[in-house]
């Protein structure tokens, strides 16, 4: 379980597929195997081939290679075949030269039993030769070079149905050569991606090490295979000669100079650089005893020492969020780019106020925060709560207190959209001490004119905030490397090779994993760890901007109520101001609720573009969220707007919607089928029903009574 668990690839709701799972799984399709099997009729065989007309079964022919150590013929063959099962049910194997004796009256079933030999044959010289002289039938011994033309042709034997037992370290391929390069043993003077590391390269075939002598010895007398040190290992000359020559390099390489901390990063993925070819050699690449240590405390951040958090903080952080900044600091000391990719609701936005913070209590940095325009003022609100001391500009046309680009000279946090950014050269002029990128997964696409413009900043340390740093494609995490730390992944070509033979080895993603991993900071809320330190309830006050039109008509609302209220009095100045309230809450909702449109366009509604963000946070992680309005009318706009997000329908239940139907919605948004969401009208669905299959609730706009809200959020 283990094992697989290992190979896992980057996927969607990967915190939930744990050993439980996973045994779970196992025994359902058993258990489904079992039950079906019990009422096939016929063979086992007949049954796969029911459920599948490309099965491919082996039939009773066996090839044996075993070693001789004698003389000219240190090599066995022998073919033999599964006889009819004796009466205790065993099969027995017996040298092919008996089913002559046991089948010489029934040709046909010879020729049957044979017939894996014959489809081998057809391509195997060796086979055909053994079968035209009857040499087939009985034991013989082989030489060095035919048991290697043997040895290269299993293979083909076995998709022709042959079974072969041929000896362990061919099968594991323990005898083949490798090139051990040990990468980073001793501290080098400097940290960062620069830093210049020491590594050293061994050669060794068959598990034994050996030198570039030896190597060039066999390679004079090699017939394939050769006897080292009491075994058997293969010794093709052509891989070798490759061998050397990669060793060679890497030798020299070795002596002459060292390879930086990026080069030592770069090696996990490929060793191009030395130019040794992966079938010729398998190449291992091990961290020496410093690299080893970084490497682990980055992987590991309850292992690294704590940091304060500056002058006048003002949040209590949560034990992981400690370690959280301490890693985002550990990783600025090694110049090293940090993707913090903590579950939604897990205040990423909070540890990195407190690095920020924690910066500019010892110097003064030029930050730049890229962020979606939705998210300008749930930064600047939790930036003069968390962190007052901290100076922010606002780099973006709809904001009164927006700067021009010009104006950046100063120290502080410069904060801008991404769509400024693709305007701005000064920006991408300008060198930063520190790049932020909140909702990183804006820049998934490589081809976008956004993710170009971000990948033309310079900066000397770089992060990536991001709940989910795989939307759908593994692209999508070369991506957000390639600004964290560019070339590490390689170009798109090399990614895109890389995690093909990843794939077509059967190494799944174990390898890839290990290169990303120590960049990668994510904490989930199903960890228990981090369940123990958490409350019940994660509460997120999330705030977004109005759009052009939404604020149009909120000042032309105000004026008008300004007018209004200096002509009226008592219960109606009363009735005036709480009707406008009504109104405005509407305007904030979505214009065309105000005018009374159908239209719900996206874009002329800031909540509605924020919306989209936190939804498809919970779309990617396939989880389950309820939405409560306290306005019957906007239920069904929500629905079709939340349709788009979720790709999936999702269900509606307002104060219009019959008693007898309630019933039947909750029942579906509670089963087992995926119903992604669901939009409630506060007072139709704040109380009595049970929703618990949500792990997410948004209150879209705010009811009078907090208590109200309350009740309705204890629904999921």
Known sequence: VEALLAVVPFLNGEEYLDSNWI????????????????????????????????????????????????????????????????????????????????????????????????????????????????????????????????????????????????????????????????????????????????????????????????LKKLLSESAGLAFIKGKWVEADPDKLREVLKAYEKARKQAKTGAVTMFEAMRMQMSTEMFEVQTDACEVEVLQGEWLESVLSRLKKPETGSMVSYGENFQAVLREYQKKGVAWLYYMKQLGLGACLADDMGLGKTVQVIALLNYVKSMKDEKVLLVVPASLIGNWTLEISKFAPKLVYYIIHPQSKDSINDTQIDKSGIYITTYGMLSRSDRMKEMEWDTIILDEAQAIKNPGTKQTRAVKQLTGRYRIAMTGTPVENRLSDLWSIFDFLNKGLLGSPKEFSGFTKRLIDKGEGYTKLKQIVSPFILRRLKTDKSIIADLPEKIEMKTYSTLSKKQAALYGSLVEELKEKVLISEGIERKGLVLAALVKFKQICNHPDQYIGQAAYIEKESGKFERLREICETIYEKRERVIVFTQFREITEPLSDFLETVFHHKGLVLNGETPVAKRKEIVAKFQDKEYAPFMVLSIKAGGVGLNLTAANHVIHFDRWWNPAVENQATDRA
């Not at 391509?123 to 040499?135: A, R, Y």
């Open 23 to 214: 045994t779970g799984a196992w025994d359902k399709l058993n258990k489904a195997y079992i039950l079906e099997i019990s009422k096939h009729k016929g063979s086992v065989s007949e049954y796969f081939l029911s459920k599948n007309p490309n099965v491919h079964f082996t039939g009773k022919v066996y090839f044996h290679l075993v070693e001789n150590n004698k003389g000219d013929y240190p090599f066995a063959f022998l073919a033999t075949y599964a006889a009819e099962p004796s009466v205790t049910g065993k099969a027995k194997h017996l040298p092919l030269k008996n089913a002559l004796m046991e089948y010489g009256q029934n040709s046909k079933k010879l020729l049957e039993l044979l017939s894996t030999v014959y489809k081998a044959t057809r391509d195997s010289q060796f086979v055909s030769g053994l079968l035209e002289s009857g040499e087939i039938f009985y034991p013989i011994g082989l030489n060095v070079q035919e048991a290697y033309i043997f040895l290269k042709e299993v293979p083909l034997y076995e998709s022709a149905g042959i079974l072969c037992r041929i000896p362990n370290w061919w099968r594991k391929k323990s005898g083949s050569a490798k090139m051990s390069i040990r990468v980073g043993t001793k501290e080098p003077s400097k940290v960062g991606m620069d830093a210049l590391l020491n590594f050293d390269v061994v050669l060794s075939l068959g598990g034994e090490q050996i030198t570039a002598e030896d």
